[in-house]
């Protein structure tokens, strides 16, 4: 089987950094992923992590130690429209993506 | 505009009724998905499909229906739902069925309310 556990919120004030964090348990690891969904929207995909280390893509990096089956989302320099909630994924096994639960971010000015 | 769209948007039904999800994807993938939405919990996985040929089946209960005519078009075809059913269905495509890396391109889902 296969578990994922994130903060069900975090509150960051608009231009700080936030950083998510995902803790997994899956058979067969191959890569951490991380969605952005909106409200009323759909997701949409911000990063993959396939090897230790860190993956930055403008403001928003992302890092993995599969040694600790740990990841983090990094958010900088934070906007307003960050607002959102935020997914890990995993794939399982011949199983695609497995979800989190979210991690709701609220940007406060 | 992620190239998957899903319609309706939002869809009523009854316990009694039959209703059918369409999605369709202008991306050229060969992989579709379904997933079901509900408050306060993860995406749930519900079928896979890859070159129109079912994958996987969550153990979905029976009153949920796939139909994979092609590789652009995905139903969900309902009857008899439960009001418990009621979620965000949210489509999903990519390019192959991968494992990790695939990245998915989602449409922006129905909200079905069962009463």
């Known amino acids: 089987g296969q578990s994922l556990e994130q903060p069900s919120e975090v509150t960051a004030v608009e231009g700080a950094i936030v950083q998510i964090n995902c803790t997994y348990q899956?058979?067969?690891?191959?890569?951490l992923s991380w969605y952005q969904q909106h409200d009323g929207g759909a997701p949409t995909f911000l990063s993959y992590?396939?090897?230790?280390g860190l993956e930055e893509t403008g403001r928003f990096s992302s890092f993995l130690s599969r040694s600790d089956s740990y990841g983090y989302l990094l958010l900088q320099e934070l906007q307003m429209k960050d607002s959102a909630s935020y997914f890990c994924?995993?794939?399982?096994?011949?199983?695609?993506?497995?979800f989190g639960k979210g991690t709701r971010l609220s940007v406060i000015a | 505009e992620t190239g998957v769209t899903q319609t309706p948007r939002h869809l009523v039904m009854g316990m009694t009724n039959k209703k059918s999800l369409k999605c369709e994807q202008h991306?050229?993938?060969?992989?579709m998905y379904w997933y079901k939405q509900s408050a306060k919990k993860p995406l749930e996985l519900m079928f896979v499909?890859?070159?129109?040929?079912?994958?996987e089946n969550n153990s979905v209960p029976s009153r949920f229906s796939p139909e994979c005519p092609n590789s652009s078009h995905l139903f969900l075809h309902l009857h008899t739902l439960q009001p418990e059913d009621s979620a965000l269905y949210l489509c999903?495509?990519?390019?192959?069925?991968?494992?990790?890396?695939?990245?998915?391109?989602f449409g922006s889902g129905t909200q079905l309310s069962v009463l």
């Open positions: 999903a495509s990519s390019q192959d069925l991968g494992r990790g890396g695939e990245k998915l391109f």
């Open positions: 899956t058979s067969g690891f191959y890569g």
């Open positions: 992590n396939a090897l230790d």
């Open positions: 994924a995993v794939p399982s096994g011949n199983t695609p993506l497995v």
């Open positions: 991306l050229g993938h060969n992989a």
């Open positions: 499909y890859n070159f129109k040929e079912q994958t």
